[in-house]
């Protein structure tokens, strides 16, 4: 079974700043999908950003970047500058085949604070 | 495009009651529509993924006659929260797909399930 791991329950940044928020995940498959999503105290879940296994490059979104070490089995998110709009819970998400039609599972989140 | 609504977005009801949620893919069709549970400070747990036209395909140890899912159309899946307790209060929120793209699933805004 696929597993995902957030090791930081919380992190703490400074506004401006950037900040690095770790995921590992464990599978055998070599086609696979990892996905980052923020969800703020309203509850809903709002898609970040995308790496494919087979993708060469790693993943940017404006001021997100998806820091991909196949090898290592990681997938961290970085955020630069740091806004206090950021403050949420950040999960990680993991699916095989990488396409939109797998089911995704979720790794435990890291609820994140941006202090001004 | 690629929204996803939910209704209701809150729901109060008394034990022993059913309550209908649904989920609608508004700007695109959905072949198959996910749906997760996801309690206080949880992560999300997916509970069933159903495709348009056939018998949703329950996660192991969620009950198919407590949580019934119908996908009758490309736009459309609802949860039917059976014969609902305190204990199954929690945050439903779904998600659509467009099949074996390679993107994100769409998430709606989540329906909050209170039982008294």
């Known amino acids: 079974a696929q597993k995902i791991t957030q090791t930081q329950p919380g992190m703490f940044v400074q506004e401006k700043e950037a900040v690095t928020l770790d995921c590992t995940y464990d599978t055998s498959d070599p086609s696979y999908g990892l996905f980052w999503y923020k969800q703020p105290s309203s509850g809903e879940m709002i898609f970040l950003i995308y790496?494919?296994?087979?993708?060469?490059q790693n993943a940017t979104e404006g001021r997100y970047s998806l820091n991909f070490q196949k090898a290592r089995k990681s997938a961290n998110l970085v955020i630069s500058a740091s806004q206090l709009g950021d403050s949420a819970m950040y999960f990680c998400a993991h699916n095989l085949g990488g396409t939109s039609g797998s089911r995704l599972t979720f790794g435990e989140g890291t609820q994140l604070t941006v202090n001004p | 495009g690629a929204v996803v609504s939910q209704h209701p977005s809150w729901v109060i009801c008394k034990s022993g009651t059913s309550v209908k949620i649904e989920c609608r893919s508004l700007d695109f069709q959905a072949t198959t529509m996910f749906w997760y549970r996801q309690f206080p400070k949880q992560s999300l747990m997916l509970m069933a993924t159903s495709n348009e036209g056939s018998k949703a395909t329950y996660e192991q140890g969620v009950e198919k006659d407590k949580f019934l899912i119908n996908h009758a159309s490309l736009t459309l899946s609802t949860l039917t929260v059976t014969s609902a307790h305190p204990e199954d209060s929690s945050f439903y929120i779904c998600?659509?797909?467009?099949?074996?793209?390679?993107?994100?699933?769409?998430f709606g805004p989540g329906t909050r399930l209170l039982v008294l």
């Open positions: 790496q494919g296994s087979y993708d060469q």
């Open positions: 998600s659509a797909s467009q099949g074996d793209r390679q993107e994100t699933q769409y």
